[in-house]
C-alpha cells in the first residue's frame, strides 16, 4: 500500500483551497507596467532632521514591470518600495480585496534593517497602503510612516 506523507498533502491542500475556493480569496496582482507612489508621512531617523528627509524622500515614483510567475508566485516583490534592498518577507495575506504585508529590509541607509509593516486594499490592477516602518540606526529608534499607491499602467512592459 503506498503512503503519502503530511508534506505532500499539505501543500496540495493548500493550492486546492486557494485556488478552488469561490469567494474566499481575491486574485493577486496582474503582471505589466506598474506605477507606484510613495508619499512620506512622518520620519523620526536619529541626526536626520524630519524637513531634510521629506525634501529628500517627501515622494517617490517608481515603476516595475512582474512577469505573469512574479506577480503570482512574488506579489510581494510589486510592493517592495527599495528595489535596492535586501528584505526576507514575514507575512503576506491578500484576502477578498485586504492586503496585510510584513518584511525585514535592509539597506545602504539602514543596514540594521527595518520592520516594514503595511496594511491597505488591493485588486489586481492597483493597491492604495499605510506603512509604518521600525527599527534602529546608530543604537537609536527609527520609525518611518509612508502611504503609497499603485496602479498598473500597461499590460506589457516597455522595453529601455
Not at 508621512?41 to 516595475?64: D, E, F, T, Y
Not at 508566485?73 to 518600495?81: A, K
Request: aromatic residues 6%; glycine residues 8%; hydrophobic residues 35%.
Amino acid at each position: 500500500m503506498m503512503r503519502i506523507s503530511a508534506t505532500v498533502i499539505a501543500p496540495a491542500l493548500a493550492f486546492a483551497v486557494l485556488t478552488l475556493a469561490p469567494g474566499t480569496t481575491s486574485p493577486g496582482f496582474a503582471p505589466g507596467q506598474w506605477e507606484h507612489h510613495t508619499n512620506l508621512v512622518s520620519a523620526s531617523v536619529p541626526g536626520v532632521p524630519q524637513w531634510l528627509i521629506k525634501l529628500v524622500a517627501g515622494h517617490s515614483i517608481r515603476r516595475n514591470c512582474p512577469s505573469a510567475e512574479e506577480a503570482q508566485y512574488h506579489p510581494e516583490r510589486l510592493l517592495q518600495g527599495d528595489d535596492n534592498a535586501t528584505c526576507k518577507l514575514r507575512k503576506l495575506s491578500m484576502l477578498d480585496g485586504k492586503l496585510e504585508f510584513d518584511t525585514f529590509c535592509t539597506n545602504k541607509r539602514f543596514p540594521d534593517g527595518l520592520l516594514v509593516s503595511s496594511r491597505g486594499t488591493y485588486t489586481s490592477t492597483s493597491y492604495a497602503i499605510s506603512t509604518t516602518s521600525t527599527g534602529t540606526k546608530d543604537g537609536k529608534p527609527v520609525r518611518i510612516l509612508t502611504t503609497g499607491s499603485g496602479k498598473r499602467i500597461a499590460g506589457t512592459c516597455e522595453k529601455p
